[in-house]
Structure formats: structure tokens, C-alpha cells
């Protein structure tokens, strides 16, 4: 997802940005809440031996393995491209700051409008070509190559890049931003070797033979079944990784990837279901989550002459609505019932604000208000993508708002195969009502992007408000968690105010693991850091 650099874009560039961020998250969560009946934490201490083989469980095949082809979502193809490629940076969930990785540095300047990447020394690829400077500047580049459809293209389009030695980038921004480090750990994190961009049949090859600096290299790749990695010996950190190798095979229904690793037919797989997560824990298995803002949400198109573009209107739907009932009827009690967009541990949030729900007499009178009392009926369209849980909530949520509104609003559901919905909704904006799904680690760039009124597209909503629009602008502008707090409470009292959607259930992701491994470090959204996972020794 990018920020307030979106532009102009082609139709393709804009589809793919959109099918790897809100739609890919949305797909994945829905197809996560299985039923499921009913732990451990798996150790990021203890020591891991060397050597070794592990199996983790993934969603779907990809579509390349080159960085600007791939889904770089944790539910995508991001734990393949963290294996292949490493990452320059990443966020830390235990103390919300972004650390180096690949990177000795990225640090700003008095005004944060310029930026230094200082890169660690002696890094190569497995190619043995070096990751210096001006390999991250034309990898970031290449983003910009209109064949690629770079979901990142618009945010390096507005860069000034300029090589200051063989380790230092510097990077010029179009307007300050102090949180830019955050917009490289989402966007920009992933660098292949230059080799593999000198030509566009080099990329091209790249897909399916990619060359990365990462712990491990890609031994085999069966279409539709599965992907093995093998240890990188060239690995820039030494004695690292810790496995021989990593197969990531394809597990279509999430249902059973709990048994499956209890059962010792797999090691490792990634969920956003806290009922995946809670069956986890009741058979003894190790678990580690991160909690995420943004969360799931009913999302209302706020458009000029689009019914919903009455806030009454919006309001009423949310008072129709109860986050409890929600949890207890698709995640059996186990999910976290959302207060707002801000999930209930975020430093950054006001635990005290929360959206209004669950109050079925103003929900009526407001009704009443919208329709002048039936007689001017409304008709809305729900729109979303043809899975089955996404049906679900979606019929759900029409029955909540017809048995409000007694009948004077009505929801008529349309369900979209899942190659046309991206387009249908985020970009042409045909919808009345959408099921969504953000995940966001930090504020920056993702909650930017959603809310901001210039952002483009990732404003699923179009929602437009200056005085929203002026806080996320000056929370870009400062590190300091107090200003931001208080930046994103005014965010939080326009919100409530305005009500472009209805946040009913906190985001996680987390990893579920056979007790024998160790050293599970997820950063961002839900991504793996590869280096560190290994068996006990």
C-alpha cells in the first residue's frame, strides 16, 4: 500500500497494488475462519542447532519470485521472499522502532527530507555479485519500469536517489517524513541482485531462478505444490542460517494446518485466525503473535452520490452492529471484538475512544431519519469476493442492517470472483458496503494511506476530511510517541464523528510451530526473520 506520493497510475500498476494489499489480506483472513474445536510460546532464546530440515505450511503458489512480480504480504509470498532476498530493514513489534538488518543504518536528516542508507560491508549475493549502494538504488529503480506494475512505483517515482560511496544511499523525499524508514521496511525492503535486472528477459528468468543475499537459495519448485530452499553458504552472517533447508508447501485449507503440524507432517505456518491460534495453543503447540491496527472492518463507500455518503446513514449500520455478537458468532469468543482502528495495546491509540455499536433504538430512529420513516426506501449493494466466509459475514451483517432498518433500507449482496473484485472495488469504486482487512504494525504508511483524502486508491472508503488529513500529516512529521499519540486521537474523534466504517475485530498474525523449533521473530504485519529459525539443539 502506498502513501500521499500516489498519483496518476496505469490500470495495471493500480489493480496490482491494490490485489497485493487490502484484497490480499481481506482473501486471507476470511479463508483463515474455519471452524475449529478447543500452548506453548515458542522460544526466540534457546539455542538452535545446525543443520536440519522443516516444512511450513503456505496459502497459495506465487506468481514469481522476483520482487516486483511476488506478493510482498506475509500472506502472499513474503516468508519466500524473506528466505531469498533477507530484508534491509524491519520493525520490531516489541518496541514499535525499525531496526537495521541488511542495513548498518538508515537514519535522517534535522528536517527528516533527507535520508542516508549506510549498507553492512561484505555483503553479496548468491550470485557473488556485491549489495552495495548502487545495487539498492537500481533494484529501487526498476520499481519504476511500467512493465513491472510496481505497487511501490509512485513512492520511488518522488525519490532523488544519489550513491554517496560504495555503502551509502541518500535518499531525497519530496516533503519531510520521519517515518520514511517504515515506507522501506513495507515497500522497499526486498533488493535482487543487479544481474538479474540488466535486461528484461534477466528479470523475466528471475521469477523462476531468483538471486537473492538472503539465508537461504531456491533448490526446487513444483508448481501447485511446493518450494524448497537451501542454505545459502555465502550467507552474509556467519554460521547462518540455522536449517539445511525450508520446504514451504501449499495448504489450501487453513482448517487443517493445526493438525497437520501436531501430527509432525509439517513444522511451521503463519495464521490471522484466532480460532487457528487458540486450537493451536490447546494441543501444546508453540505459538507467537503480534497484535495489528487496522483491523476487519465494514467499509462504507463515502463518495458523493453514493447513498452512503449520508454519515447518518453510516451511523445507523454501526449502532445495528454488535462486535461481541460478531466474535462470538465467527470466532467462537476467541477473536478480540474491536473498539476501533487502533487495536486495544497500541501505544499510539486512546483506549478511551471507540467507535459507536450496539444501540438498536437510535439505530432505528436514525433509519427512520435517512428513509423519512420508509417512504424514500434505500438500496445498497454489498460487495465482496467470492470465498465462503466472506459470503458469510457479508450475509451477516445484511440481516443485522435489514432487521434494524425494518425493512426501509435493503441490502442486495453481490458476490465477485476474486481476479475481477480488486478492480470492481478498490479501483472503479463500484460498491455500497465491503468487507476489509488492514494490517498495520505502525500507522506509517498503512493508516496513512487508508484515511488520508489524496492517497489514492489504499482509500478504500474515499473518505475525505482536512482535519484527518492534517493530524496523519503531522504524526508523519515527528518520532516522538507522544506527539503522535495525540496526533492520531484527533484522528480518532473524526472517525467516530464520521464512521466510513465499522472496525469489529483486532487484526493479529502469529506463528504456529512445533515445539522442537526456535528463534521465531516476526516483524512488520506478520513477516518471518529467517536467519534466526532452527531446531533445538
Not at 528463534?519 to 529459525?533: F, K
Request: net charge neutral; aromatic share 6%.
Amino acid at each position: 500500500m502506498l502513501s500521499h506520493h500516489q498519483r496518476r497510475r496505469t490500470p495495471g500498476r493500480v489493480l496490482r497494488a491494490v490485489r497485493f494489499g487490502i484484497t490480499a489480506a481481506l482473501i486471507a483472513v476470511t479463508a483463515a475462519c474455519a471452524d475449529s474445536s478447543g500452548g506453548g510460546t515458542p522460544s526466540a532464546n534457546a539455542t538452535p542447532r545446525t543443520g536440519g530440515d522443516i516444512t511450513m505450511l503456505v496459502l497459495g503458489d506465487a506468481r514469481g519470485l522476483n520482487p516486483y512480480t511476488a506478493s510482498t504480504s506475509p500472506q502472499g509470498d513474503g516468508s519466500k521472499l524473506s528466505a531469498l532476498y533477507d530484508v534491509l530493514l524491519w520493525s520490531d513489534p516489541a518496541t514499535g522502532t525499525v531496526r537495521p538488518q541488511m542495513a548498518e543504518s538508515m537514519v535522517a536528516d534535522r528536517d527528516s527530507l533527507v535520508w542516508t542508507l549506510t549498507l553492512r560491508a561484505d555483503i553479496r549475493f548468491s550470485d557473488g555479485a556485491p549489495l552495495d549502494a548502487q545495487a539498492v538504488k537500481t533494484a529501487w529503480e526498476r520499481h519504476l519500469d511500467p512493465k513491472v506494475q510496481s505497487a511501490a512505483a509512485a513512492t520511488v517515482k518522488q525519490l532523488t536517489l544519489t550513491v554517496l560511496d560504495e555503502r551509502r544511499l541518500s535518499v531525497k523525499l519530496p516533503s519531510p517524513n520521519a517515518n520514511f524508514d517504515r515506507m522501506v521496511v513495507r515497500l522497499l525492503n526486498f533488493v535482487p541482485s543487479p544481474r538479474t535486472l540488466a535486461s528484461d528477459e534477466a528479470l523475466a528468468a528471475s521469477n523462476t531462478a531468483p538471486v537473492g543475499a538472503g539465508p537461504y537459495k531456491l533448490r526446487e519448485w513444483v508448481p501447485g505444490d511446493h518450494m524448497t530452499f537451501e542454505r545459502n553458504p555465502d550467507y552474509w552472517q556467519r554460521g547462518k542460517p540455522h536449517l539445511d533447508t525450508v520446504t514451504m508447501r501449499i495448504s489450501t485449507d487453513t482448517s487443517k494446518d493445526v493438525q497437520a503440524i501436531d501430527d509432525g507432517e509439517a513444522d511451521l505456518a503463519l495464521t490471522v485466525d484466532p480460532v487457528t491460534e487458540a486450537d493451536a495453543k490447546d494441543k501444546g503447540l508453540g505459538t507467537s503473535e503480534i497484535a495489528l491496527s487496522g483491523g476487519l472492518s465494514v467499509a462504507f463507500n463515502t463518495r458523493d452520490k453514493r447513498p452512503l455518503a449520508n454519515p447518518d446513514l453510516r451511523r445507523a449500520i454501526a449502532l445495528s452492529l454488535d462486535t461481541k455478537d460478531i466474535d462470538q458468532v465467527f470466532y467462537q469468543g476467541k477473536g478480540r471484538p474491536a473498539k476501533g482502528i487502533f487495536e486495544s495495546s497500541s501505544p499510539l491509540g486512546n483506549i478511551q475512544l471507540s467507535l459507536p455499536q450496539n444501540d438498536p433504538n437510535q439505530a432505528a430512529a436514525l433509519y427512520a431519519q435517512a428513509t423519512d420513516n420508509g417512504r424514500k426506501p434505500v438500496k445498497l449493494t454489498y460487495s465482496v469476493p467470492n470465498t465462503p466466509r466472506s459470503v458469510q459475514l457479508a450475509q451477516y451483517f445484511k440481516g443485522r442492517i435489514d432487521a434494524a432498518s425494518k425493512g426501509a433500507v435493503t441490502v442486495d449482496l453481490a458476490v465477485i470472483d476474486l481476479h475481477v473484485y480488486p478492480k470492481r472495488v478498490q479501483v472503479d469504486a463500484d460498491f455500497d458496503i465491503t468487507t476489509s482487512a488492514i494490517a498495520a504494525d505502525d500507522p506509517e504508511p498503512t493508516l496513512y494511506q487508508y484515511l488520508h483524502s489524496k492517497a489514492g486508491p489504499p482509500n478504500l472508503t474515499g473518505y475525505q476530511n482536512a482535519q484527518v488529513d492534517a493530524a496523519l500529516e503531522a504524526a508523519r512529521l515527528s518520532t516522538d510517541r507522544t506527539v503522535r499519540s495525540e496526533a492520531y486521537t484527533r484522528v480518532q474523534v473524526e472517525l467516530i464523528k464520521d464512521i466510513p466504517f465499522f472496525v469489529f475485530q483486532e487484526q493479529i498474525a502469529a506463528i504456529i510451530a512445533s515445539p522442537k523449533l526456535t528463534g521465531m521473530q516476526l516483524y512488520g504485519d506478520g513477516h518471518i526473520l529467517w536467519d534466526r529459525i532452527g531446531l533445538r539443539a
